[in-house]
């Protein structure tokens, strides 16, 4: 029996040669095939190169396949011997495979690692949406409070004189009743000055205790400058319950300070005036722009608060008495605090907005540039 | 108001420097809004002329020798010419530092001068608010006095906010109070003292009538005597510092008292009114009143006049008459030291657009009791420019004692969180003023007559507070309590905001105050308003006169505004207005308000049939998934109208079959009305009828694999995609997978009067692997649901 060598040799490896010397003859074939193979290996680059190689030499039809069928011609006591020695060559020509398989693949990976592109190059902008910064400043704000058990509550932007000023114990004569500071409707009505309607209304709803927060649009007859604006936004807040104090009031707006500003921000009461809280308190916190020196790095004065150290951002104190009264609250029995927080200046602070009407021109580029 | 510190230093000691001075003010509830810095001066002593010669070889110069009070005269060169002997004036000596100016020895004309007389501007002062040329000291100065800190020349002028509440604070004794109270020093007292002519006002109480009881009370005092010059040069300077320009020794005392008590005086020359007596009345229709300024003004019913027999000679807390006016020759003068209504004397001032610094006071309602302190000090003041004080008269409302508050430690912890000792609390009343008695574990407290404003035992403790310093309140976390209020609304607002910002719109804030410009574009377009529009009554300007009546205009206001070439998506979430109809006229229900959600599209024009618009296709994507962001489950959209939006280009979207927000192409008339030439498509929700969010349950997808089948048909072409898809599911219900329509085509391609559609459909068993025969079979089901619903037919 002849075997064809895909090289063109043919040789016949039994007739009639004794077992031993067969043995050795199929060594040295095997021997051969090894050397073969290294030498093809080394001259495959890449891993169809290896396909290819693994199928002449192991596959099917293979030359491996046809030394194995020579053990057919062998004695029947030789053959296992035969059959082992096969075996092994069988395996040191898949471990060369599989050496070169895993050199040609980390070659491969390493020559993936040699390439580099032009991170920088521009990246198309990705369509993507955006809350209001004052929206993004109410959240920032109302989340604290949820987090502390306060409900959210929004109410109406026109009002009656009574929930307006009457309940809140401002007098028929106080100035900010005049039409000089509020706009009136020919009916009576106006659209609310504050946020402040919403305690009455709130109080008048709910019995004791409460603990309520209301962002949301308010009115004034200020001419728009880069300071004022006729509409502008607020957050009222208003707990009430037995053993409450003004200490209490202090904690959660240094927490809204916190979590609107940073961790670092404290606040602190200077002495007021407001008909609807007794006492009373303009409530600062410390300045982010300057982290409350009132200097800039360079020692100018800091513009966020004009060298201050601290702004001011609403007004506070210890529901009235009369209030708690007008909304059916017992004040020898509950005690509460109120604040009304100007949600611009928080917006236009943290975000070094300097013109309270870029808020309300709602620029494209700006929109996207708070965002 | 102007604070000057040299003022505030006649009644309290003052070691801190200013700027711990205005945080003191600051935490006491005075913020300084601006330190006034003085000049620094130095070297100017009060001096003396002795003699004053022209100088020899200078006709406008003259020289002086000076007498400033050390072993030899200074011969100093001046070019004043109000200079004389005996005069007592400022010497800037050899080395003293003015005003952009520091004194050395100078060679005028051949003469060495050793100093310089000094004038106002030199030290800082408005030059025509004093002596045209060389300053004019008081002639009790002894000579070489250090003229700076004498008369407090460096001290700087603080400006500061006083509340409402508290016009006894707008005065330089009322801060001093304070500021005494704060550091716990003595406050010097206001000297009241002035010998009266006992009995000599023969004219009594009839001096004064009081006709209108927004006159509070009236103190009236007549002086005798009078000698109209220059004031002393201290009262100058005070006044000078706290901005009130000095005129003479009587309008000055007028001024001083003012600014020094908080209590406004009027003077007037009592030999020019008629009858010799004042009577506080309503004003007249028909009346006018030239006052002070200049100004005739009308009078009307609305102002409180005092009038003398035959007119009107003031205008109550604003402005006095010419005709009673005190001047260079007046002898006799009726002191007024009134307290009115304030809201009264506001709106006068208002009316006539005169505020004064008067009017400032009085519109605060002046407490009853300064009315006797503002006259006995401007007693003492005119006595010492020799005038002769005749007994004052007080007549309207008595003083009433002000209520006995209780208060203890325990109170004022219980509602300020803080701990203040017994002592403390004692010493801030005091200080303050109030008259304090310890009773049983705490305190009984009066407030000083001067401070109406403490009614109650919180407004006691707000006083304690305010002494001891907020500052020393602790922050403390208050516990939290269950309660039942509800969120939801805000929720929902969060809920709708968070949903389109994901979906890639952004968030607008435009004004809910609007011009006419709005509705006209409306009216132009032909686009019906949907309600009366809210008018505001006393609008500020006309660009904010109307309530908004949709957020469409706002939108499409920034379309136009911000052109661009890149869709823009935007969105605002706000309360819109009108006028209620129905029940116009009940107070609380004439407004109708609701709070609603718009978004919008713009994209430029593109070239594509009239029955196809994939602009309103990519809007009714975003807004579909906005919807499922909000609901949980998705939306249906059908065909519907709205007003603004394009009648054949509307759908209504449905959740379970119900409204939940309507989204179209923007109206073309209202496009052009606006200027644009995008095209826009506009979305509304109302957030009342926001649908809940349902949290969405899970179903198994199916294990078995689809086979997808597209399909050819044609149609009607009114016959609409939601009726094919709903015919393919009617065909095969429980295997369709999904069904789409994703093409349509009208033209020459397929017969006239037809469309052709393409629709997808996805076969799938939900419990086994479906056949391609099982597949034909349903394939031709659906066809013959499809023939039958929509009279479609697979196209050849």
């Known amino acids: 029996m002849t075997n064809a060598w895909p090289n063109g040799r043919a040789f016949d490896f039994i007739g009639g040669t004794p077992g031993s010397a067969l043995i050795s003859q199929l060594t040295d074939q095997l021997k051969a095939l090894g050397e073969q193979l290294e030498t093809a290996l080394a001259a495959a680059h890449d891993l169809a190169a290896l396909e290819e190689l693994r199928v002449r030499f192991l596959g099917r039809s293979g030359q491996v396949t046809a030394v194995r069928r020579g053990i057919g011609n062998l004695p029947a006591g030789e053959r296992p011997e035969a059959g082992k020695t096969i075996n092994e060559a069988v395996s040191a020509l898949e471990r060369s495979l599989a050496e070169r398989e895993a050199e040609l693949q980390g070659r491969a990976l390493a020559a993936q690692l040699d390439v580099a592109i032009d991170v920088t190059f521009p990246a198309p902008p990705a369509r993507s949406g955006s809350l209001h910064p004052l929206r993004r400043a109410t959240e920032d704000a109302c989340a604290y409070f949820e987090r502390r058990g306060f409900a959210v509550v929004l109410g109406d932007e026109i009002e009656t004189e009574y929930y307006n000023f009457d309940a809140l114990n401002i007098p028929p004569d106080h100035p900010a009743r005049e039409g000089l500071d509020s706009f009136y409707f020919p009916n009576g009505l106006l659209l609310r000055t504050h946020t402040s309607p919403m305690q009455i209304r709130t109080m008048q709803a709910h019995p004791p205790p409460i603990a309520i927060v209301v962002p949301g649009k308010s009115y004034r007859r200020d001419s728009m400058d880069a300071r004022h604006s006729p509409m502008f936004h607020q957050i009222e807040g208003l707990m009430v319950a037995a053993g409450i104090h003004m200490g209490h009031l202090k904690g959660m707006l240094t927490g809204m300070c916190r979590a609107v500003f940073g961790p670092a921000q404290a606040v602190r009461f200077r002495p007021s005036f407001f008909p609807f809280t007794e006492p009373s308190a303009e409530v600062d916190t410390t300045c982010p722009g300057c982290a409350g020196s009132g200097a800039l790095g360079d020692g100018a004065n800091c513009k966020t608060c004009s060298g201050a150290g601290w702004i001011e951002i609403g007004g506070a104190g210890m529901v009235h008495p009369d209030v708690l009264r007008e909304s059916g609250y017992d004040p020898d029995a509950v005690s509460g605090w109120a604040f009304g927080v100007g949600i611009e200046r928080i917006a236009m602070v943290r975000q070094e907005v300097d013109d309270i009407r870029v808020l309300f021109e709602n620029d494209p580029r700006v929109l996207e540039q708070l965002a | ?796």
């Open chain 2, 1 to 796: 108001m102007k604070l000057p510190l040299a003022w505030l230093r006649d009644y309290v000691d003052l070691e801190s420097s200013s700027e711990e001075l205005a945080q003191r003010f600051a935490m006491l509830g005075f913020p300084v809004e601006e330190i006034g810095h003085r000049p620094k001066l130095s070297g100017i002593v009060a001096g003396r002329l002795v003699t004053v010669e022209k100088h020899p070889n200078a006709g406008r110069l003259s020289i002086c020798t000076v007498d400033v009070g050390a072993a030899q005269l200074l011969t100093v060169v001046t070019a004043a010419t109000n200079v004389a002997a005996g005069q007592h004036v400022p010497v800037a000596t050899l080395g003293a530092k003015l005003v952009g100016l520091d004194i050395a020895l100078r060679t005028m004309r051949g003469i060495e001068s050793q100093g310089m007389l000094v004038s106002a501007n030199e030290i800082g002062f408005e030059e025509d608010w004093f002596e045209d040329g060389i300053l004019q000291l008081d002639a009790e100065i002894e000579l070489g006095t250090d003229v700076v800190s004498h008369y407090r020349l460096g001290d700087d002028v603080f400006d500061l906010e006083v509340t409402a509440n508290r016009v006894d604070a707008m005065s330089v004794i009322g801060l001093a109070r304070e500021l005494a109270a704060a550091l716990g020093k003595p406050l010097g007292e206001l000297d009241l003292s002035y010998d009266y002519r006992h009995g000599a006002d023969e004219t009594g109480s009839a001096l004064v009538e009081i006709e209108s009881s927004d006159c509070r009370r009236f103190v009236a005092q007549r002086f005798s005597k009078l000698t109209v010059r220059t004031s002393p040069f201290w009262m100058r300077v005070r006044l000078a510092l706290a901005g009130q320009r000095p005129i003479n020794n009587l309008v000055d005392v007028s001024n001083f008292v003012m600014l020094e008590t908080g209590q406004p005086l009027h003077f007037y020359d009592y030999e020019r009114l008629a009858g010799g007596r004042l009577i506080v009345r309503d004003g007249r229709a028909g009346e006018t009143i030239a006052t002070l300024d200049g100004e005739v003004r009308k009078i009307q019913p609305l102002d409180l006049v005092i009038a003398d027999e035959s007119q009107a000679q003031c205008l109550a807390g604003l402005r006095g008459a010419r005709s009673s006016e005190v001047t260079e020759s007046t002898h006799e003068l009726l002191l007024e030291a009134a307290s009115f209504v304030g809201a009264r004397i506001r709106r006068m001032s208002v009316a006539h657009g005169l505020p004064t610094d008067a009017s400032s006071r009085h519109e605060k309602t002046i407490p009853l009791a300064l009315g006797e302190v503002g006259a006995a000090r401007a007693a003492h003041l005119l006595q010492a420019e020799g005038a002769l004080p005749y007994r004052p008269i007080v007549v309207g409302a008595a003083l009433e004692a002000p209520p006995a508050i209780a208060v203890t430690a325990a109170q004022v912890q219980a509602l300020l969180g803080m701990r203040v000792s017994d002592n403390e609390i004692e010493a801030a009343l005091k200080g303050l003023g109030f008259g304090v008695a310890r009773e049983g574990r705490g305190f009984v407290a009066t407030a000083p007559l001067w401070r109406g404003d403490v009614k109650i035992r919180e407004d006691l403790i707000e006083e304690i507070g305010r002494i001891a310093g907020y500052e020393r309140i602790a922050p403390e976390q208050p516990a939290v309590f269950e309660h039942t209020i509800s969120s939801k609304k805000y929720n929902d607002e969060r809920r709708v905001a968070h949903a389109f910002a994901a979906t890639g719109y952004r968030e607008a804030a435009t004004f809910s105050l609007q011009s006419a410009q709005p509705r006209e574009r409306y009216q132009t377009a032909g686009v019906e308003l949907p309600g009366g529009v809210l008018e505001i009554s006393n609008p500020l300007s006309e660009d904010h006169r109307y309530l908004r009546f949709s957020l469409l205009p706002g939108l499409l206001g920034l379309v136009t505004r911000y052109p661009s070439e890149m869709p823009l998506r935007l969105f605002e979430i706000g309360h819109i207005f009108f006028e209620n109809a129905e029940t116009a006229g009940a107070m609380e229900s004439a407004a109708f308000e609701t709070a609603m959600a718009a978004w919008l599209l713009a994209i430029p024009k593109r070239d594509e049939p009239d029955w196809r618009d994939t602009g309103f296709i990519e809007f009714k994507s975003d807004s579909l998934a906005v919807l499922r962001t909000i609901a949980g489950r998705s939306a249906e959209a059908v065909s519907g109208t709205q007003r603004e939006l394009h009648p054949g280009k509307t759908a209504t979207l449905l959740l379970d079959g119900v409204d939940a927000a309507t989204i179209g192409a923007v109206d073309p008339r209202l496009l052009a009305a606006y200027g644009s030439d995008a095209r826009v498509y506009a979305g509304f929700l109302r957030l009342h009828d926001l649908p809940g969010y349902r949290v969405p349950r899970y179903r198994a997808p199916s294990r078995y694999p689809a086979i997808e089948r597209d399909l050819a048909l044609v149609v009607a072409p009114e016959i609409p995609a939601i009726d094919i898809e709903r015919a393919v599911r009617a065909g095969a219900d429980g295997v369709i997978g999904d069904v789409r329509v994703f093409d349509e085509y009208r033209g020459p391609q397929v017969e006239a009067g037809k469309k052709s559609v393409a629709v997808r459909i996805l076969l799938q068993r939900g419990d086994a692997t479906l056949t391609d025969t099982e597949a034909d079979a349903y394939v031709a089901a659906i066809l013959s649901s499809l023939a039958e619903r929509c009279g479609a037919r697979l196209r050849e």
